[in-house]
């Protein structure tokens, strides 16, 4: 089992920065997967970026390449999204996910088995 809490959310104007966290707690080690997705308001949830086991290699949804940045720190169990740039259209909650089953990043969501209970992202124009 893996508990995971994200943080970090809020109201910013276009042009603005955030940094949301997530706290995973329960599984030890670090040996996973992990992900950011997110839900838009009468939208299907969709993938935004992934993060392997060790934070080497990570991956990002076309939408927000060169903006967002995934990071993880393993010794705080803590996963990261630092946007930046953010648009009206970056709207919507976001969750971060672990796919505990494999280490290796992965952008499909069936792959992840736990999620967190999302954040809000509100930007303005």
């Known amino acids: 089992q893996v508990q995971l809490v994200e943080s970090g959310g809020g109201l910013v104007q276009a042009g603005g920065s955030l940094r949301l966290a997530c706290a995973a707690s329960g599984r030890t080690g670090n040996s996973y997967a992990m992900g950011w997705f997110r839900q838009a308001p009468g939208k299907e949830r969709e993938f935004v970026a992934t993060?392997?086991?060790?934070?080497?290699?990570?991956y990002y949804a076309d939408s927000v390449k060169g903006r967002f940045t995934i990071s993880r720190d393993n010794a705080k169990n803590t996963m990261y999204l630092r946007m930046n740039s953010l648009k009206p259209e970056d709207t919507a909650v976001y969750y971060c996910a672990a796919a505990v089953r494999r280490g290796i990043a992965t952008i499909l969501e069936y792959e992840y088995d736990y999620w967190g209970q999302g954040t809000q992202v509100t930007v303005s124009s």
């Open positions: 993060i392997n086991w060790s934070g080497g290699t990570t």
